[in-house]
């Protein structure tokens, strides 16, 4: 068996992304593209873009 104590981390895509911050799919496409897998990267750049 498996020991899953930890949440999954959430999937990161564009329109998730677009929706939560209010942005464009287009801006949070290019965030995506620029940071890749790094959540943490990507929500800070979309809360500037929000801004």
Do not use: C, F, Q, W
């Not at 930890?6 to 965030?31: F, H, N, Q």
Request: net charge positive.
């Amino acid at each position: 068996m498996t020991d899953n104590k930890g949440a999954k981390a959430p999937v990161l895509d564009a329109i998730t992304v677009a929706k939560k911050y209010r942005i464009s799919t287009e801006d949070a496409k290019a965030i995506l593209a620029e940071h890749g897998d790094d959540a943490k990267a990507v929500h800070k750049a979309a809360r500037r873009i929000a801004s």
